[in-house]
Structure formats: structure tokens, C-alpha cells
């Protein structure tokens, strides 16, 4: 059976961890200093890696191979490769959204008693730990408050404000980022050239513009783009070289844009063009057009929002280089710097404003693209737009 490849290129070492230098030097000085603690608890946004990071320290802390000094596992030893699996007995993985309730936090207190099977430690990670109800969560915080010294709690979160305070102050606290645009492309980068396949570079940045950040939903994306284009993966990805081991096909943008229903960047610059010329027929014509070839208006005004706020961003300081400009050509970022220079701030606000709003009415229209052909007449026949 294939592993996706969120699962396939999961870190096994703290070297792989991408976007999370801070958490990483902290997590790997206390192990090699051997200063593990008892309870920590991971906050972030689905997808940047605090499960997996879970995982790399509980089997870092339990590696059979690990010399004092040393943070990273060997991933050879039997609890690495147990945990890598997935049946290391003394790695006990709760998901809180399913097991809420009083009566298994009861179970998990009455089994922290017991020592470790095999390891060192037993590990205990609770995902979505906001989940728990008031009783469970207090259940739990009395197991924090005196743990046996074989047990270590790492609580993951999407929703830290949803943690109770006593919860928080008996953990040492970890939030992670989301990733940046230019390391979710380096991160897709590195799959695939593991994988043997081919790709544009276009198409990559695409898909990480659209993960919003996170790892795991880029991944998720590339698979299916994989998938969709008929690329065929290396027939052994951890063997560099030999022709025949080679993928087959190019990730192509175009693509990409299919799956996602996106439109390319030629036609978001087309598009501003005509609303600073003034052009609102050709602006009505390109939206029947992207509309008629599968492109997905909400996704299209989710980009045209963002590049109109880069445009603001460029307008108050031409030299800022955002996450998203850092992927635009010379051309592209010329474009935009040529944008705001022909609008003023506040101009460009109200602009903002108006597709923000559109896009929020297209959620109830009966015409989608009507919202959006409101917000076109406003921009070019609007009597002021620096007074609206």
C-alpha cells in the first residue's frame, strides 16, 4: 500500500522539522541535557507539525541508542522503529475529540501507575486536549499535578484559549507557526525531487499559497496533484540515480490550477488593469470567462483581495517583501508596485473593502459573480472612492 505523503515524509529527526527553529532548539537542548519535563502543551494551527513533533520527542527521549549529549534518534533501534510504525506499546496517542469524557481520564489516570513496558518513558499525547469536557480536564489536571516520574503528557491544541488556566500553568507551553510561503515551497521541493518528479515551480508556489501555512495541507494537495496529472513517482524514492528509478511526467501549473480552481496570476493582473483603466466591460468579460473554465470566482477573490493588499503594502513601503512578493518575477512585482503608485491609501482601503464585501455576499447570491460585477461598477463609476 502508498503512504500519502503527508504520512510517507513525516520528520524522523528534529533536522527535518521545517518553520519551527525556536520550539526545536528548546525541545532538543532539554533532551540532550536530559532536563525532560512532565507536561507540555503544543498550540497551533492544523497542519504545522505539533503531533509530529510529539512523536520525535517521545521517541528521542526513548531511543535505545541515544548517547548523553545527544538529541536526535537513531530510528533504528526497536522503540524508534516501533514508534515509527505506529505500535510502540508505551506511546499511548488520545484523540480528545472522540474521548472527552470523565470516564477515560479515569482509565488514563488508573494506567499512568503502571511502569513502561519496554521503554524509558511512557508517553502519553492528547490531541485536541481543548476538547476534553470540565470534568475530564480537571480529571487530568490532577494527574499533572504529581505525575510518576515514568510519564510525560504532551497536549496538542488548535484552540489554546479554550485551555483551562490551571491546565496551561502546569505545562511548559509551545506555539507553533504557521509556515511561510517560501519554506512550504522549499518543503514541496524537497518531496519531490525525493520522489523523481518533475515540476514547475509555479505550480508549487500555487499549492502553498493555498495551504495557508500548513504542511500537511500542502502535502494533501501535492498528492492529489500527483495523482490528477498522472506523474509517476520514483519506484524507489530512497535511491538516488539510476535511470530506470526515475519519475515520469512534469507537474505542470496549468495543473494545479484545475484542482484547485484557480486562476493564474496573468489573469489577476489583467483583471486590476482594467479596474484602474476604468475598463469595466472587459473586467465583466473576464469574469464570465474565468467562470465558463472552471475557475472557482470565491477562490478568485480570495487572490484578488490578497494582491490588493500587497499593492497597499507596497504603497506605504515600496521595499517590503512580504511572503507572497517573494514569489512574484521582477514583472509581476513591477505590476503591482505600478498599482499602488496610481491609487492613493486610502483608495486602495476602499477597493479592499468593496471585494471583501462582495465576497461576503456571494456566500447568499443567486448569480455568484454578481457580487463581484457590483464591486466592479462601484470601482470604476464610483463618484469618489477616496470619500467612501
Avoid: W
Avoid at 94 to 113: P, Q, T, Y
Avoid at 116 to 136: C, G, M
Amino acid at each position: 500500500m502508498n503512504l500519502v505523503l503527508y504520512r510517507k515524509y513525516r520528520p524522523k529527526t528534529f533536522a527535518e522539522v521545517v518553520g519551527q527553529g525556536p520550539i526545536i532548539q528548546t525541545l532538543t537542548n532539554a533532551i540532550a541535557k536530559n532536563m525532560i519535563g512532565h507536561g507540555y502543551l503544543f498550540s497551533g494551527s492544523h497542519g504545522c507539525g505539533k503531533t509530529s513533533v510529539a512523536r520525535l520527542f517521545a521517541k528521542s527521549i526513548n531511543c535505545q541508542n541515544r548517547k548523553d549529549g545527544e538529541f536526535e534518534p537513531c530510528n533504528k533501534c526497536e522503540s524508534c522503529l516501533e514508534i515509527n510504525q505506529g505500535n510502540a506499546i508505551d506511546l499511548i496517542e488520545i484523540d480528545a475529540a472522540s474521548n472527552r469524557g470523565i470516564d477515560e481520564m479515569r482509565e488514563l489516570k488508573e494506567g499512568i501507575r503502571f511502569r513502561p513496558v519496554k521503554s524509558k518513558y511512557k508517553v502519553f499525547i492528547i490531541d485536541e486536549a481543548h476538547q476534553l469536557t470540565k470534568e475530564a480536564a480537571n480529571a487530568l489536571l490532577k494527574t499533572l499535578e504529581e505525575p510518576p516520574a515514568h510519564a510525560v503528557f504532551i497536549l496538542a491544541t488548535t484552540e489554546l484559549h479554550k485551555m483551562i488556566p490551571t491546565i496551561q500553568s502546569r505545562c511548559q507551553q509551545f506555539s507553533f507557526r504557521k509556515l511561510k510561503l517560501p519554506e512550504l515551497v522549499g518543503r514541496l521541493e524537497h518531496i519531490l525531487k525525493q520522489e523523481k518528479i518533475k515540476f514547475e515551480k509555479a505550480a508549487l508556489e500555487m499549492i502553498a499559497q493555498k495551504a495557508s501555512g500548513s504542511v500537511r495541507d500542502a502535502e494533501t494537495l501535492l498528492d492529489q496533484a500527483i495523482s490528477f496529472s498522472g506523474c509517476e513517482p520514483a519506484r524507489n524514492a530512497s535511491q538516488a540515480g539510476s535511470r530506470s528509478d526515475a519519475g515520469e511526467g512534469v507537474l505542470k501549473t496549468e495543473i494545479v490550477q484545475a484542482i484547485l480552481g484557480v486562476a493564474d496570476k496573468t489573469a489577476i493582473f489583467n483583471f486590476l488593469d482594467f479596474l484602474q483603466n476604468k475598463n469595466a466591460k472587459s473586467a465583466f468579460e473576464l469574469l464570465t470567462e474565468l467562470r465558463f473554465s472552471g475557475v472557482d470566482l470565491k477562490e478568485f477573490v480570495g487572490d484578488l483581495i490578497e494582491h490588493l493588499r500587497e499593492a497597499l503594502f507596497l504603497k506605504i513601503d515600496p521595499n517590503q517583501e512580504s511572503a507572497l512578493v517573494l514569489v512574484f518575477t521582477a514583472e509581476e512585482k513591477a505590476k503591482l508596485l505600478n498599482l499602488a503608485q496610481k491609487y492613493t491609501e486610502q483608495e486602495l482601503k476602499n477597493i479592499i473593502d468593496l471585494f471583501m464585501t462582495a465576497e461576503n455576499k456571494m456566500k447568499y447570491a443567486s448569480i455568484i459573480q454578481l457580487p463581484l460585477e457590483l464591486a466592479v461598477v462601484d470601482c470604476c463609476f464610483g463618484s469618489n472612492l477616496n470619500n467612501k
